[in-house]
């Protein structure tokens, strides 16, 4: 099961450790604030458990973070502008690929 994990934190230690906890659970950096991990339900639970701790120190009023289910087939489909290699953790068959 993929999942995009996606935030908007001001707090920047916070930030950084919801970044490099995402990392150390074998998620992708898609983009700055957005993650992208492949795994089953045990997987998640225990994502979902590290970003609930880190969520702790949110500021409730302006931080959020995102776990959103991705069907297999939108990431196959999904169209990346720019580089390719963010994707080369992924078996993916046959994505559509811009290449800038």
Known sequence: MYK???YDIENDK???????????????RLQYSVFLGN????YWSKVYEQVKKI????DLAKDSCCLLIVE???IKGMTIV??????NNFVIDDPTW???
């Open 98 to 100: 811009i290449i800038l």
């Open 55 to 58: 969520g702790e120190k949110f």
């Open 39 to 42: 795994g089953n339900q045990v």
């Open 4 to 6: 995009l994990l996606f």
């Open 72 to 74: 297999e087939k939108y």
């Open 14 to 28: 916070a930030r950084t450790k919801l970044a490099k906890k995402a990392e150390e659970l074998g998620l992708v």
């Open 82 to 87: 720019g580089k390719k290699s963010i994707m």
